[in-house]
C-alpha cells in the first residue's frame, strides 16, 4: 500500500520565517510534486522532481524552493514566510512510466502564516 | 491560461440521484484523464482514469465519459450516496513523467 506522508498536519509561522515542509514516500517513485490547493483555485503545482537532485518549476515557483537529495524525500521550502503563502499543502508522488501511473497524494499540510 | 476547465464549481444532488461534473480541455497532447475525489482532511485519491482510445469507462457506479471531438469529458456518478459528498477534481496530461494539469475542482453534496 503507498504511502506519502507529510511531517506536519498543521503548521503556524511568523512572517519572515523560513519553513520547511517534508514529505516522504514509501514506493520507490521517481517522480514527486509539491502542489498548494486554495479555495476555488484547485490544485496548483508548485514544484516537482522527475530524480534526486533534479527539480523543475511548477506553475507557481516564486516564493518557495525545494530539495531532493533523496530520492524518498522532498522538501519544500518558505525562504521566507508571507501571509499570502497561507494554504494547504500537498505532496505527491508517481512512477515512472512511458504510460502514465497512478499520482499518489500526502495528507496535506495547513499553513498560517501570520 | 487554464488549461483544464471544470464546471460546475459545487453541485447538490438528490440521494439517489445523479451526479455530472464536466471537464473541458484545448492540449490536443494530452492522453491520460484522471478523476481524483478528495474527502475533507484527506489528500485527493484516484477516482477513475481514462485514455484517449476509449469513449467510456465504468468502475460500479462511476462512469467516465470522454468526447475526443468535442475535447470535454465527464464524470457520472449514479445512484448518488451521502458517502460521495467530497470535491472531485479532473485532470489530464501529456502521460509519461509530465504533471497533471488539474481543475479547480467541484464540490459535491449529496442530500437525503
Known amino acids: 500500500d503507498v504511502k506519502v506522508t507529510q511531517s506536519s498536519r498543521y503548521l503556524v509561522k511568523r512572517t519572515g520565517e523560513k519553513v520547511f515542509l517534508e514529505c516522504v514516500q514509501d514506493m520507490d517513485h521517481e517522480n514527486m510534486f509539491w502542489y498548494r490547493q486554495d479555495p476555488g483555485l484547485g490544485l496548483r503545482l508548485i514544484y516537482f522532481?522527475?530524480?534526486?537532485?533534479?527539480?523543475e518549476k511548477g506553475d507557481i515557483p516564486e516564493g518557495y524552493s525545494v530539495s531532493r537529495e533523496k530520492k524518498e524525500r522532498f522538501s519544500l521550502i518558505l525562504e521566507s514566510a508571507s501571509t499570502n503563502q497561507t494554504s494547504m499543502y500537498l505532496c505527491?508522488?508517481?512512477?515512472?512510466?512511458?504510460?502514465?501511473?497512478?499520482?499518489?497524494f500526502g495528507p496535506g499540510t495547513r499553513l498560517l502564516v501570520l | 491560461q487554464q488549461q483544464v476547465k471544470q464546471s460546475p464549481q459545487s453541485l447538490i444532488v438528490q440521494k439517489g440521484g445523479i451526479s455530472i461534473i464536466n471537464c473541458a480541455y484545448e492540449?490536443?497532447?494530452?492522453?491520460?484523464f484522471p478523476w481524483y475525489q478528495q474527502f475533507p482532511g484527506k489528500g485527493p485519491a484516484l477516482l477513475i482514469a481514462i485514455r484517449p482510445d476509449v469513449s467510456e469507462k465504468k468502475e460500479g457506479r462511476f462512469t467516465i465519459s470522454f468526447n475526443k471531438s468535442a475535447k470535454q469529458f465527464s464524470l457520472h456518478i449514479m445512484d448518488s450516496q451521502p458517502g460521495d459528498s467530497a470535491t472531485y477534481f479532473c485532470a489530464a496530461s501529456m502521460g509519461g513523467n509530465t504533471p497533471l494539469v488539474f481543475g479547480k475542482g467541484t464540490r459535491l453534496s449529496v442530500i437525503a
Open positions: 522532481s522527475y530524480d534526486v537532485k533534479m527539480k
Open positions: 505527491a508522488s508517481r512512477g515512472h512510466g512511458r504510460i502514465q501511473e497512478t499520482q499518489y
Open positions: 492540449n490536443t497532447a494530452f492522453d491520460y
